[in-house]
Each structure stands twice: as structure tokens, then as C-alpha cells.
């Protein structure tokens, strides 16, 4: 397609539409062609980039475990508010967070921008491998704990968050994210996350892209994948001004979903 020639091209099936978020996108489509001002931004993110969508498969199950995580998180929440690990929440208690060694934090600084690195996990979805996750997590907290106090991560500040509702891993695609400030300590971070994967069992999606770099400008911040859903919305935007009706609402959305599976963004 002529408007992706600036960009190097991958093969992914990872984002896709159920059938009533296609149909909802389209109505949105049809107004924004209808003369409607509109920026599918926050749409493209939360609906297609993030995934989030129930399944149904795991739902029972998340159900019965809800409390249970909910109580084991609130635990960890109230024991480590401060020191080499620090543990707390987003403004809307959508993240549990995990940061150790936060006095240590210094981002990387390019031109204007501070930048964090960072690396993004899905899991697979079912119950035995949620069941997995869930009693990993200790693990993973110690396993990092133990490398940021006394192994090669000591001078280093890292973090990771995941959902703090259990419906979280059932409706999103974010499962795991984990920072860094520092370039050496990518290859470090991921030995101990690729020793904990072996050892808990914990089986991981196919994930589109693997890393990402937050943005922090004039003191606004920006994740990856919400700058990705940026670029996309003004690609659409700018394909419905040239086109308008000539194309149909579905072939809009097909060129959305390959320009999020066949890109290779550029920042």
C-alpha cells in the first residue's frame, strides 16, 4: 500500500476486531466520513492495540480468583511503601506497580525527551496458565528483589507492573511491563525474566512488539503503544480526507489492522 512505502514491513496476525468492535469502529467511521470531527486515538488503543476484549474461556475462573488476587496484591501494598522496594498503584488503580531501587532512577535524556525503555508480556489465556501466572508473581517479586539488592541489578532502578483486577489478564493484552534506565540492564532484566518463565511455566503470546520507549516531554508523558495509536489515527484521518466515500467503512478498518500488523514504527 501506497502510504506504508516509508516504513519497513513485518508479518503479524496479532491485532484483529471481534465482530461487534468492528461494527462499533465502523460507526464511528461513518460519522467521521459524515463531515464528524473525530480522533480515534484512544480507540485504536484501548480496543485494538490493547485488546481488550472478554474472553469468555477464562471467565469463571477469574471470578472465583478475583478476591484472592485482589487480597495477596493489597498485602504487598501495605507492607513495602518505601525502601530498596517500593510497591504501589496508578492515580486510577488500574497497575500494581513493583519498583525497586527508585532513588537510583535516572532516565535516559534525548535532546528534549526523557525516555524509559521498556518490555511488554501477554500471556497466554487459560486457566491453567493464568492459574501459573498468578501463583508466580511471589517469585517474580523475589527473583527481582534479590538481583536488585545483591546481584548484577544492585546500582540499577527497575520496575515492573501488572493489572491489580484479576479481569485485567481476561480483557487486555498488557499483562506484564517491565522498565529500565539504563541500555545495559536490558539484557539483565530479561535473564531473570526469561529464568523465572522456565521455572514457573508461565507460557507467553506472540505479542506484535516486544519492546517500547516511554516519552516524557515538557513533563507530559507518552507510552509506545499510545504513540503508535497516534500515528495510526492521523494515517486513517488523513486517508478519509483524501477518499472519503469512495472507499467502504470495512476497508478502512482493514488498513488500520495492517498498518498495526505490517509496520515497523518509527520514533
Not at 516509508?6 to 468492535?21: G, I, V, W
Request: glycine share 6%; charged share 30%; aromatic share 14%.
Amino acid at each position: 500500500m501506497k502510504h506504508l512505502q516509508s516504513y519497513k514491513l513485518f508479518e503479524s496476525s496479532h491485532f484483529t476486531l471481534s465482530e461487534d468492535k468492528r461494527k462499533k469502529f465502523i460507526s464511528y467511521l461513518d460519522m467521521a466520513i459524515g463531515g464528524k470531527d473525530i480522533n480515534f486515538t484512544s480507540w485504536i488503543y484501548n480496543n485494538i492495540i490493547r485488546g481488550k476484549v472478554e474472553n469468555q474461556e477464562v471467565s469463571d475462573f477469574i471470578k472465583g480468583v478475583r478476591p484472592k488476587w485482589k487480597a495477596a496484591l493489597d498485602d504487598y501494598l501495605s507492607k513495602y511503601k518505601s525502601g530498596p522496594m517500593s510497591i504501589g498503584q496508578d492515580d486510577q488503580n488500574e497497575w500494581f506497580g513493583v519498583n525497586f531501587n527508585s532513588t537510583l532512577k535516572k532516565k535516559i535524556v534525548q535532546g528534549d525527551k526523557n525516555l524509559t525503555r521498556n518490555f511488554y508480556v501477554t500471556f497466554e489465556k487459560n486457566e491453567e496458565n493464568l492459574k501459573k501466572w498468578f501463583n508466580g508473581l511471589s517469585s517474580l517479586i523475589s527473583d527481582f528483589y534479590k538481583a536488585c539488592t545483591e546481584g548484577d541489578l544492585k546500582d540499577s532502578a527497575i520496575s515492573f507492573k501488572c493489572g491489580y483486577d484479576a479481569n485485567h489478564f481476561m480483557i487486555d493484552n498488557d499483562h506484564l511491563k517491565f522498565y529500565w534506565y539504563n541500555d545495559e540492564d536490558k539484557d539483565k532484566v530479561l535473564s531473570i525474566y526469561n529464568n523465572w518463565l522456565k521455572k514457573s511455566g508461565v507460557k507467553t503470546q506472540k505479542r506484535a512488539y516486544d519492546f517500547g520507549v516511554d516519552v516524557e516531554k515538557n513533563g507530559q508523558k507518552s507510552s509506545w503503544g499510545y504513540d503508535i495509536a497516534e500515528k495510526v489515527n492521523t494515517q486513517l484521518i488523513s486517508l478519509i480526507k483524501q477518499y472519503g466515500k469512495k472507499v467502504s467503512t470495512d476497508k478502512y478498518v482493514d488498513y488500520v489492522l495492517e498498518m498495526l500488523n505490517k509496520t515497523k514504527f518509527k520514533f
